[in-house]
């Protein structure tokens, strides 16, 4: 019985090693992974705005043209950026003033799925002056957007194609 009793906690003792070697071999991967997370590359707020930006000009284009389907992969363009900003600037208090765009460029979408340039025009001189709102509620009134005068590429086409 002796034998059988000190055979058990011999057993027990092994038993809590291998889980002790397991568990620094787990915690040596997550070190490893967590490292390589943080230095991954997220672009920053700013390369965020300037990628918005470039949309934003190339919308009006579309959608005074009436390229109502480039307009509207621009207007989403936008959408998709201003969604990783939510998700990936979290640090950045501007972040949070992002939601009053939502509404102006919802109804920017409108008048795009409306295929109506008054509309759109209409719409999109409101976007850029919320655009304006909201830098200078983030103290970047420095920044100011305007309706673009010429494209951002002359390489691209803003008529619909035939």
């Not at 001189?125 to 957007?145: G, M, P, V, Y």
Request: hydrophobic share 35%; glycine share 4%; net charge neutral.
């Amino acid at each position: 019985m002796k034998y059988i009793i000190a055979f058990l906690m011999l057993l027990a003792v092994a038993a809590c090693s291998q889980q002790t070697g397991n568990t620094a071999q787990l915690q040596a991967q997550i070190d490893s992974l967590q490292n390589k997370l943080d230095r991954t590359y997220k672009p920053g707020f700013g390369e965020f705005m300037s990628s918005i930006q470039v949309h934003h000009n190339k919308l009006w284009f579309a959608g005074t043209n009436g390229n109502w389907k480039l307009a509207d992969f621009e207007i989403n363009e936008i959408k998709e950026s201003l969604g990783d900003i939510k998700l990936f600037c979290t640090d950045r208090p501007e972040a949070n003033s992002i939601g009053m765009i939502e509404q102006p460029l919802q109804n920017v979408s409108n008048a795009i799925q409306q295929k109506s340039i008054t509309e759109f025009k209409s719409n999109y001189t409101i976007l850029t002056s919320t655009c304006n709102s909201c830098h200078q509620a983030t103290q970047h009134e420095f920044n100011i957007i305007t309706i673009p005068t010429a494209p951002p590429y002359t390489n691209q086409s803003f008529k619909p194609a035939l």
